[in-house]
């Protein structure tokens, strides 16, 4: 039997499940990452007073999908955490998504489920079709919570007006009638009970799988040794930018510990739609359940320059991809795989569930010869 040699660029979430599928299947792994630890932008680590905290901004994991919630199943034990945020208007925090309480509380009303339908009839501003984040807003809540939700939010997080933005990047951001406060309702809505770095460790932690950190894809020499070669990191970075940087928009994490504050906020994370130059708080013992005397906290100070984080999901950005990807599918020994290299707006969970459909097609693709 012949096994393949495949190169994986990328300990991502995207990297990390393709790489743990193929040596399962008898194929060698070799996975670099030019950081100098796995887990991508899901790495988290115990900071100097011993919290465990996300370097790169709060992690949630939730799901609708069976099979992606059994695979990452295999590598770690469970805790559940339901995620809520509260928005700042004003200086006072309401429920959000804006859910029949925000409009009770803002409002000074006293609505039912129906009457919080009804103001929502009363005050969208229809659009057909809906084709931008401010059309899914104005056509759902209609102007008032559009400007005080939204719109700034938006501006700070995308550097672009909600109107220049594809329609789902705020159809992300569901409007209730009920009192339902979660920020999610998909099935599953948990936390890896040790974090996910620890997750990231089992799932790479394979006889058939070799990793290197610190090692970046573009200073690699010996790319002929491999018979295939994955690679989650941007696309454009990959053909050396040929048709122009595709744009990403970056964060930058301001990290604090607040050593005599047991809890410094009331939910998870906390929204700043219309002040600071920082979108949201998130305390980690929220999401992870850690008991502390302390308390550690981030900022996400959004920025164009720096890390790429987002995709910027505009129809010229979509346009530039396109390129890209048409260069893609002619590169024969390399799948794309991931939010940087498919240039998609994924959470986590998406991102297995993309990974595991590619490891399946690579696996009959390099179907051994006996
Ligand atoms: P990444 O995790 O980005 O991994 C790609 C890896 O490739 C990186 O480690 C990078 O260093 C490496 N790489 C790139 N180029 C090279 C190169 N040239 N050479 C070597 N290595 C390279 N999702 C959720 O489901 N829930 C959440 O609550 C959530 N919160 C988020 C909050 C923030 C602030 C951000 C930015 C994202 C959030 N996400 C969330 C999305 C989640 O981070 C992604 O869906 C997921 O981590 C993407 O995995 P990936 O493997 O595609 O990419
Ligand atoms: N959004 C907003 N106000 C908020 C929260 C979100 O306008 O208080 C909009 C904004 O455009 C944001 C998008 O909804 O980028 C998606 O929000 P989500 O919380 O899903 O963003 P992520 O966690 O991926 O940064």
Redesign the pocket.
């Known amino acids: 039997m012949t096994f393949s040699t495949v190169l994986i660029?990328?300990?991502?979430?995207?990297?990390s499940t393709i790489a743990r599928e193929l040596a399962n299947a008898g194929h060698r792994v070799h996975i670099?990452?030019?950081?100098p630890h796995i887990a991508?932008?899901?790495f988290d680590e115990l900071n100097a007073h011993g919290v465990l905290v996300h370097r790169?901004?709060?992690?949630?994991?939730?799901t609708n999908s069976e099979r992606v919630w059994q695979y990452l199943s295999r590598f770690t034990e469970w805790r559940p955490y339901e995620h809520r945020v509260r928005g700042v208007v004003d200086g006072k925090e309401y429920p959000f998504p804006i859910n029949r309480d925000t409009l009770n509380q803002l409002y000074g009303l006293d609505l039912d489920e129906t009457g919080a339908a009804e103001f929502f009839e009363k005050h969208r501003e229809p659009r057909d079709p809906v084709q931008t984040s401010e059309d899914v807003v104005l056509n759902s809540v209609g102007r008032d919570l559009y400007e005080k939700f939204f719109l700034n939010y938006t501006r700070k997080q995308w550097g672009m007006d909600p109107s220049e933005l594809k329609a789902g990047v705020a159809a992300r951001i569901p409007v209730r009638t009920n009192t339902d406060d979660r920020y999610f309702t998909d099935t599953y809505q948990v936390m890896p009970a040790e974090g996910y770095t620890k997750m990231f460790e089992r799932m790479l932690n394979h006889p058939n799988i070799q990793v290197k950190l610190g090692?970046?894809?573009?200073e690699l020499t010996d790319l002929e040794l491999y018979d295939h070669i994955v690679y989650?990191?941007?696309i454009d970075?990959y053909f050396k930018h040929c048709y122009g940087p595709l744009p990403y928009r970056s964060?930058r994490f301001k990290h604090e510990h607040l050593a005599d504050v047991q809890q410094f906020q009331q939910v998870g994370t906390v929204n700043y739609p219309n002040d600071h130059a920082y979108t949201r708080i998130t305390e980690f013992k929220h999401l992870t359940g850690q008991e502390h005397t302390g308390t550690s906290i981030v900022r996400?100070y959004p920025e164009a320059e720096g890390d790429p984080?987002?995709p910027i999901p505009s129809d010229t950005n979509e346009a530039l991809f396109k390129r890209y990807r048409e260069l893609a599918e002619k590169e024969a020994g390399v799948t794309f795989?991931?939010?940087?290299?498919e240039y998609r707006y994924?959470?986590?969970?998406?991102?297995v569930g993309a990974a595991l459909s590619a490891a399946k097609k690579l696996i009959e693709r390099l179907r051994p010869s006996s």
Request: glycine share 16%; hydrophobic share 35%; aromatic share 16%.
């Open positions: 660029t990328g300990a991502g979430f995207a990297g670099i990452d030019k950081r991508g932008n899901a790169y901004g709060p992690h949630i994991f939730h090692v970046d894809f573009s989650t990191g941007p970075a964060l996400e984080y987002y795989v991931g939010r940087l290299a994924y959470n986590m969970d998406q991102v």
